[in-house]
């Protein structure tokens, strides 16, 4: 039988290990979560609300049931290289923190992904002239 409690605990640790240069108490603050919860997941002590899974899960742009599954529901090479990436729950922006990018207006993150859609449409488009060449 699996050890939710441990796959919960191994998951937190490899999630907060994509932000080392933050420290687990101003992550538990973006998060809306308290530290001390934080902690007692980190170290396997504890039972989490669903409330703060959901937390936790969302700050990390994850779906809840993956912070309960082994390796957040993927294969192990894929998480491996999603947290040498940094880019656990695909957060692709490492100089834009997405707690920062979710607080913007609507209008603003739209013309952000609209600004971003266009950069790759015309990357694309460069790519595809010069393979003809």
């Known amino acids: 039988m ?21 420290s687990r108490l101003n992550l538990s603050r973006e998060m809306k979560v308290g530290d001390g919860t934080l902690g007692s997941i980190q170290y396997g002590k504890g039972n989490p609300t669903l409330q703060v899974l959901e937390a936790i899960a969302r700050f990390f742009n994850l ?9 957040l529901g993927q294969s192990s090479v894929a998480v491996k290289a999603a947290v040498h990436s940094k880019e656990v729950g695909g957060w692709p922006l490492e100089k834009i923190r997405q707690p920062d990018f979710n607080a913007l207006p609507s209008e603003d993150k739209d013309e952000i992904e609209h600004l971003i859609a266009y950069k790759m449409k015309r990357f694309k488009e460069t790519r595809a002239r010069k ?3």
């Open 131 to 133: 393979k003809k060449l």
């Open 63 to 71: 779906e809840t049931w993956q912070l309960l599954s082994p390796n």
């Open 2 to 22: 699996l050890d939710t409690r441990k796959i919960l605990q191994e998951n937190l640790k490899a999630l907060l290990d994509t932000r080392p240069e933050t």
